[in-house]
């Protein structure tokens, strides 16, 4: 679209914003330089957008009732069928309401996306249906997937479905339930923090935050390109490997996908765990907010691998207790910068930027009032931090982060996988809408310690089911070198299966 011509007081005032003091003396000149530079901009108009991502007519769909979906695991119910053929097909998928749906609306979470329809599919989209697969509908997340709870969504909390008034865990929340209800048979869930892995914890399937950049995230709300992250969640390790061989591969447009590894991850499957190391990673459990019961069914679940014919040993990696204060740095600011001033995404990369998702942002800038208090405090704190020392915390962290998947790769030159309590509680229950912000935030962070860190180091890490604790599921996490899902699937089917 054009960009208005300036008048010099607009460029006085601007200038006056920025430093330039001397501007206001020579505000004709440039002005008339300005106004004669903006005509760049038609010219970008003037050259056509390719089309990576494929797009369609729009589709049918229905909001369910409470009484059709009482823990509102969906946003949208629809049915959009896929390939005759291929080897997903007749499953029925769910995608995260931050993953681009052609013709289905999109709300990541947030009023101010309200009536925006996306005009093309993610890559994993296209992916499932090409596949064989149907899509069903697009699953509730949590307020621009910024809450490890299920608290935060603008259209309403999400249950848990093992104990109404629970957290299902976030943000990738309604994903994981709508698996435990049975109105999905796999689903699509993205994980800047854990949020497929807390919610599979916390509602008791399976969930996988592949390697950094073995699944194109191209179509897909941002947080910072860092450490975003899109996998899929299942009910059984059989079902996530037979997903994760349609997903991965290179798309051709995602930056996040350099020098990948795929392959076929039910080849290997049911090899057993014979011979292979497991490494309980000892920071990983006792934490300030770890439930005794959870850190004993984690280790109980480890020590069975022993008899399933794994090497079980404690490992330390001191450095993993500092991973999610590490992670923060880096969230804070990256957050802050892409949701909430760069219109959703980050610049400076080759990526695919949904132009139209950034206009309807564009348009609602100045609508903050319903943010939960938890995207309040990060907004705050990376603004406090960027007056007071620019982006020189972020760098740094991203920097050291390099020191920290160094203390990974090291512990896992001895072990095949390490091994943490996925969370380090069940389900808790769900705050008071009016309990105050600092309840409110807690309960938006405090199951993240161990999922935090390796989104930043972009190793594998896969959470299943390992037990209960008062009835309530408990997640084990494991984690692997990267590109290597294979055994990480090989020791989680070991444990599915017995």
Not at 468 to 482: A, C, E
Request: hydrophobic share 40%; aromatic share 6%.
């Amino acid at each position: 679209m054009p960009v208005p011509a300036p008048t010099a007081t607009e460029i006085s005032q601007l200038a006056g914003e920025l430093g330039y003091t001397a501007v206001s003396d020579s505000a004709d000149e440039y002005t008339e330089m300005i106004a004669g530079m903006l005509g760049i901009y038609d010219a970008l108009d003037a050259i056509p957008e390719p089309k990576p991502l494929p797009d369609r007519e729009p589709v049918s769909y229905y909001v369910p009732t409470r009484e059709e979906d009482p823990n509102h695991a969906w946003e949208v119910r629809a049915s959009i069928a896929g390939s005759s053929t291929g080897p997903l097909a007749g499953v029925r998928v769910g995608v995260k309401d931050s993953i681009m749906v052609a013709g289905l609306p999109m709300t990541n979470g947030t009023d101010v996306l309200s009536g925006y329809r996306p005009a093309h599919d993610a890559t994993v989209v296209s992916r499932v249906l090409e596949a064989g697969a149907e899509i069903v509908g697009k699953t509730t997340n949590e307020y621009f997937c910024m809450s490890g709870g299920s608290h935060t969504a603008s259209s309403g909390v999400v249950h848990n479905p093992h104990r109404k008034g629970h957290s299902a865990g976030g943000s990738s929340s309604g994903s994981a339930v709508a698996l435990v209800t049975g109105d999905a048979d796999m689903t699509l869930g993205a994980d800047q923090a854990g949020s497929i892995r807390m919610p599979a914890s916390w509602s008791g399937v399976v969930g996988l935050k592949p390697t950094y950049g073995l699944v194109p995230y191209t179509g897909i709300a941002a947080l910072d390109g860092y450490f975003d992250h899109v996998g899929p969640m299942t009910r059984t390790v059989y079902d996530n490997a037979r997903l994760l061989t349609v997903l991965a591969g290179s798309d051709g447009i995602d930056p996040r996908q350099r020098d990948i590894r795929s392959g076929d991850y039910l080849r290997t499957l049911d090899s057993g765990v014979r011979g292979l190391r497991v490494g309980i990673l000892t920071e990983g459990f006792g934490s300030q907010n770890a439930d005794a019961a959870v850190d004993r069914t984690v280790r109980a679940a480890a020590e069975s691998l022993r008899g399933l014919g794994a090497s079980v040993e404690d490992v330390s990696v001191p450095m993993h207790s500092l991973g999610a204060a590490l992670w923060t740095a880096i969230a804070i600011e990256g957050m802050a910068e892409t949701v909430l001033r760069n219109q959703g995404f980050g610049f400076g990369r080759a990526d695919y930027y949904p132009v139209d998702m950034m206009e309807h942002l564009l348009g609602q800038r100045d609508n903050v009032g319903g943010r939960p208090a938890n995207v309040v405090l990060f907004t705050l704190v990376g603004r406090y931090v960027d007056q007071k020392q620019g982006r020189l915390n972020y760098a740094k962290a991203v920097n050291r982060a390099r020191t920290l998947r160094a203390a990974y790769d090291g512990a896992l030159q001895r072990f095949d996988v390490l091994l943490t309590p996925t969370t380090p509680q069940t389900a808790q229950p769900l705050p008071d809408p009016a309990a105050s912000a600092g309840t409110s935030i807690q309960a938006a962070i405090e199951m993240s310690a161990n999922t935090t860190p390796f989104n930043i180091t972009h190793h594998p890490a896969l959470s299943v089911p390992c037990g209960r604790v008062d009835g309530l599921p408990v997640g084990m996490q494991l984690i692997g070198r990267h590109f290597d899902e294979a055994t990480l699937y090989r020791v989680g089917r070991a444990l599915e299966v017995g």
